[in-house]
Each structure stands twice: as structure tokens, then as C-alpha cells.
């Protein structure tokens, strides 16, 4: 049931979650989703958490991998932001604005905010840990991060084009400057003859001095939800 309100969500908004529609999706009697879920509200919550949990997972795995962090933040940036991540982007502004008639949604939106927020503050602390980054407040840097991808995946309702390079890679700009790295150390493209960007090693950490060592970047999603609609 959760799985076929997910679907609903992506491609008809969270309002489009009834009992109604989702018995029919399943081909059950409204009745049967009020058994598991007496209140929709409950439901619209539930597969909300789904698709966005299940998304960060995608995008900043839990623990630490074989990578390096800048090599992790880069991959953030490369399935975070771009039409790919559009449809993530809608659903956010549409459970924002929902959750303000919504107490339900409200609480779990919040819950979100704090787990994207914590998950990507301990890569940046593993990095500061690891000598890659500099930064004195991990968090303040995190949420300096997302409140620009936030204001730019606002823009993904109305938004027909492809904007300028320096706006696209905004969110990534601001992480490089926050965290003391060189311009273009997290979007460089080893395969693009034109990326201005100087061949470094990813597995070489900061310098300490004025000198920062650049580095390439090396459950279910919102792509394979939409893709079962």
C-alpha cells in the first residue's frame, strides 16, 4: 500500500493519495486501506518518508564506503541536483506547503529535514576528520548546503531549461567554498576535454596550508517508483 502511494505521489502529488485511489491502484475495496491506514493523512506520511528515505540512502549510503568524502560529496551533487533529481525536488515543495494544514506530514517532513541534515553533517565531519575538508561547524556548513539546494529545487515546478553552468552548480559552489576546497573539486569531469579543471589525486587530503589539492568526484528511489507508475 505504501508502495502503490509513493508511486501516486510522484506522479500525481501527494494530494492524489485517497483511499479511494489507492484501492483502485491495488484493486481492493477502499476499506481494506482504511483497515491499515484510518486516516489518509497517515498514508501520505508514510509513503512520503518512503521515497525521501529511501533517496538519501541513495545519495549519501549510510557509514562510511571505500570512498573518499570528497569523492562521496561529489556523487551527492552529480544525483542531487539536475532534471534527474526533479521529481524529488517536486514532492519536497509539495509536502512543505501540504504540511501546513497537515500535522501528520508536518512531523514526519521534519524528521526528514533532520535526517538529510544529520547524514550529510557526518560525511562533512568525516571529512574534516579525514583532512579533506575545512570547516570549524559541520552542521552550520550541511545546512548552508541544503538551504541552497532547497531554494534551487524550488524552482523545479516551473523551470523549462537548462539555466547557466555557475547557477546549476550553485549548491556545489557553496560546499567547495564552505569546505575549503578549490573551484570545480566537486563537478569536475575527468571525461570532458573542456572541464577547465586540473588532473588531482581523490585520495589526497587538504593541505594545511593556503594550498587545497582538488579531487575528481568519482531500497527503492524516486526514479524506480515513477518507473512502476
Not at 39 to 60: K, M, P, R, S
Not at 194 to 214: L, Q, T
Request: charged fraction near 25%; proline fraction near 7%; aromatic fraction near 4%.
Amino acid at each position: 500500500m505504501v508502495d502503490a502511494a509513493a508511486s501516486v505521489a510522484l506522479a500525481e502529488g501527494l494530494e492524489g493519495i485517497t483511499l479511494r485511489r489507492i484501492g483502485e491502484r491495488l484493486d481492493v475495496r477502499p476499506g481494506l486501506v482504511s483497515h491499515y491506514f484510518p486516516v489518509v493523512d497517515e498514508l501520505v506520511a508514510e509513503a512520503f518518508g518512503q521515497i525521501v528515505g529511501a533517496e538519501l540512502d541513495t545519495l549519501v549510503p549510510p557509514g562510511r564506503t571505500g570512498d573518499t568524502p570528497v569523492e562521496r560529496l561529489a556523487r551527492f551533487f552529480a544525483l542531487a541536483t539536475g532534471e534527474g533529481h526533479d521529481a524529488l525536488s517536486r514532492l519536497w515543495v509539495n509536502a512543505r506547503h501540504l504540511s501546513r494544514y497537515r500535522p501528520v506530514l508536518r512531523d514526519r517532513v521534519g524528521c526528514q529535514e533532520a535526517q538529510w541534515r544529520g547524514r550529510l553533517e557526518q560525511l562533512i565531519r568525516d571529512g574534516v576528520g579525514s583532512g579533506h575538508f575545512r570547516t570549524a561547524d559541520p552542521c552550520a556548513s550541511a545546512v548552508q548546503i541544503l538551504v541552497v539546494m532547497d531554494g534551487l529545487a524550488a524552482h523545479a515546478n516551473t523551470e523549462t531549461g537548462i539555466g547557466p553552468r555557475s547557477v546549476n552548480r550553485l549548491a556545489a559552489a557553496t560546499a567547495e567554498r564552505e569546505l575549503g576546497l578549490t573551484d570545480g573539486t566537486l563537478s569536475a569531469d575527468p571525461s570532458d576535454p573542456s572541464d577547465p579543471s586540473d588532473p588531482f589525486d581523490p585520495s589526497e587530503p587538504v593541505a594545511p596550508a593556503d594550498r587545497v589539492d582538488r579531487v575528481h568526484p568519482a531500497p527503492r528511489t524516486a526514479a524506480a517508483l515513477l518507473a512502476t507508475h
